[in-house]
């Protein structure tokens, strides 16, 4: 897995976050980072959502007590299943897939693979305007052993647009420009 792109041959060889899949900080879990990193949370009496500002990903939470998914199933924001334990929100996620890292510190730095990765968070109210987040990342195959991070999340005033290629020609400028390099230089390994 690749946090940053590495290649122009294909828009396959430009990171997730490049190429619009995965934020760099919508999580799970959630990262701090400079920008569009504002959350909304919403409680139905079965389901909890987290929508993140960053891709404007919404993760579905089940609160109803039912099983993860079969481990043959992986999705990029894995498999979440949540739990009430007095006053905090409990969240364990599995199933990630091994297209994404274990653990993505930053925008360009990927560790380890979806693939064994088991997260735990925590969510709890310790004032009218803060909530206190917490994650356990557990993945035994990249770290020697569990590690957990708390930061506070602050009650923001809006969400706003996250278009992450809309007018935006990043993208088809890398491909375009390493296409006319390759043909300057008869090098070309793309085919359409």
Not at 24 to 31: A, D, H, M, R
Not at 85 to 104: M, P
């Amino acid at each position: 897995m690749r946090a940053a792109g590495i290649g122009a041959d294909s828009y396959e060889d430009r990171g997730l976050a490049e190429r619009c899949l995965v934020g760099f900080n919508s999580g799970p879990p959630i990262l701090p980072a400079g920008y569009n990193q504002n959350i909304q949370i919403f409680q139905t009496p079965n389901h909890v959502a987290i929508v993140n500002e960053m891709l404007h990903d919404a993760r579905i939470v089940p609160l109803d007590g039912r099983a993860h998914l079969p481990t043959t199933i992986r999705q990029w924001m894995g498999d979440s299943r949540g739990r009430w334990d007095g006053d905090t929100l409990v969240i364990e996620t599995t199933n990630f897939t091994d297209k994404t890292a274990g653990f993505n510190p930053s925008v360009s730095t990927a560790v380890g693979t979806g693939w064994t990765l088991r997260l735990v968070e925590r969510f709890r109210r310790v004032a009218d305007d803060t909530l206190l987040y917490e994650y356990t990342v557990d993945d035994r195959t990249t770290f020697t052993r569990p590690f957990t991070v708390r930061l506070p999340i602050e009650r923001g005033d809006a969400m706003f647009e996250y278009a992450c290629h809309e007018g935006n020609y990043g993208l088809m400028n890398i491909l375009s420009g390493a296409r006319a390099g390759d043909g300057a230089t008869g090098t070309s390994s793309w085919s359409r």
